[in-house]
């Protein structure tokens, strides 16, 4: 990952060589008066989020749109450029659960990243782990021995595969009574409401939700086994995450016993 400030040959060919640079309040990123500049690790997957969010229409989301250097590159020395959303990141479990049904709607007719299939990251291996197309041993004490527990009862899923972004809960921008703000883009390929079930099990494990928030949003097709897939996937990204603790996995214990509650 690049490190320090953005280069001066990256901030012009954004033309934003005169710009003040100050780091961003909430993220990774650098402000340079309305537009950010943020650090790109793998030039495919930052040309595909620029595209992707330039194409993004989503009533009640406000969509941070890339900017394009003045070659028409999305991606020039490692960065990329949006246009600043105001806002921060809150607990904030209803919207954010709607914002992700809004976003999936918006993104059905998109067409699948040719990238997910060499992705190893543990967020990749964790989402091939709770779907039961990969097997590993995972370290029981970190919260493999739930995942063993609960994977028994996943049973076939119906709806149709499409892009969802998995990753909104704590990344979704509030500015008091705006819509919320989207900045990124982490995507996968499954039912539209997976998405939205793993922002309420996130909500419930880690944002102080309760069982109510699942219940709230029962209506959704698929709900408990697809809560259940986003139950595992959190569970196995815990196993294999080598920072995570003792208190991430408290938090995914009371989420688990809501989901099953569902069941």
Known sequence: MIQ???PEHARRAF?????????????????CGDVVLEPVPDRAQGVWLARTLAALDVPGLRVSRPLGASDGRWVVGGWRARRHVSGAPEHRPDDTVLAAVRLHQATVSFERPAFLDERRDVFA???????????????????????????????????ADQLVHAELFGTLLFDGDRPPGLV?????????????AVAAVDAVAW??????????????????????RAALFRLAWHALHPRSNAA????????????????
Do not use: M, Y
């Open 125 to 159: 291996v964790a989402e091939r782990l709770a779907w039961g197309e990969e097997h590993r041993e995972l370290d029981e004490a970190k919260g493999g021995r739930l995942f063993e527990i609960l994977a028994p009862s996943r049973r076939p899923i119906r709806s």
């Open 248 to 263: 991430t996995l408290d938090g995914l214990r009371r989420a688990a016993g809501e989901v099953t509650e569902l069941l």
């Open 4 to 6: 320090g400030p953005p």
């Open 207 to 228: 944002g102080g939700a309760d069982g109510a928030l699942l219940r709230n949003w029962s209506h959704l097709p698929e709900w408990p086994q697809l809560l259940l």
């Open 15 to 31: 033309g934003l060589g005169d710009a003040d640079v100050e780091p961003l309040a909430c993220g990774v990123g650098w402000l």
């Open 184 to 196: 990124g883009f982490v995507p996968h390929f499954r039912p539209a409401e997976w998405g939205a």
